[in-house]
């Protein structure tokens, strides 16, 4: 059971260049999340998705954008990339949040560590 | 909007001392309140959680956490800590309408264990 799964591990882009990251998730999980945790700074929510096709900005979404075509698959897309997006990514996902349906726990991806020069 | 504070950014215990990591939320109804601890390199793991019943709740490693609502309060605790304890902590909050179910993290507390 593979669980999270985030590609590239680790990424060098330049100014300006587009990039995505690619998040799998194999639990049949109805929520992912990505987070960006810089230091100092904790985990800031970017985007979110409830659902296939369902998706809503979290606290930093401004230079990233996401998909959710399959209940599988949650990229995160860089546009055009800024040192300022230089970070760790993480993908995250469960089946839902609340207490009725799940333990609470959010199973998270290994990370992706995004340098922008 | 939900929020949590993390009063510190890191503290240092000896091997074998308490530990009390703090964690204060700001949100309008009953919280869903998780502790998560983060190893070097690695992604994050539940530790422990509270969504309703006992204030006291258990978790995995010997850590146990208190909710005290009118202190708008989740503060971990573990009696007795080991060298392997060494690592970041992040207390997190979550939301509970449905369709807007999502976690805030705090800025973690990184904890020294010295021996």
């Known amino acids: 059971n593979a669980g999270v799964t985030q590609t590239p591990k680790f990424r060098i882009l330049k100014i300006g260049q587009s990039m995505t990251l690619q998040c799998t998730q194999d639990m049949n999980h109805n929520y992912m999340y990505w987070y960006r945790q810089d230091p100092g700074m904790g985990l800031k929510l970017i985007y979110y998705?409830?659902?296939?096709?369902?998706?809503d900005k979290g606290e930093v979404p401004n230079g990233y954008n996401v998909s959710r075509s399959t209940t599988e698959d949650f990229p995160l897309r860089l546009e055009l990339a800024a040192p300022s997006q230089t970070s760790v990514y993480f993908c995250?996902?469960?089946?839902?949040?609340?207490?009725?349906?799940?333990?609470?726990?959010?199973?998270f991806g290994e990370g992706s560590r995004l340098t922008v020069l | 909007a939900q929020s949590v504070t993390q009063p510190d950014i890191h503290i240092t215990v000896s091997e074998g001392a308490s530990l009390e990591l703090r964690c204060n939320y700001s949100?309008?109804?009953?919280?869903?309140l998780f502790w998560y601890v983060q190893s070097p390199g690695q992604g994050l793991q539940l530790l422990l959680k509270?969504?309703?019943?006992?204030?006291l709740v258990q978790g995995i490693k010997g850590f146990e956490a208190e909710f005290k609502r009118s202190q708008s309060s989740f503060n971990l605790r573990k009696p007795s800590v080991h060298w392997s304890d060494a690592a970041e902590y992040f207390c997190a909050v979550g939301a509970s309408n449905f369709g807007n179910e999502k976690l805030t993290f705090g800025t973690g507390t990184r904890l020294t264990i010295i021996p």
């Open positions: 949100y309008g109804a009953t919280p869903y």
């Open positions: 995250a996902s469960i089946t839902r949040l609340t207490q009725r349906m799940n333990t609470g726990e959010l199973f």
């Open positions: 509270y969504f309703s019943g006992d204030t």
């Open positions: 998705s409830v659902g296939a096709g369902i998706t």
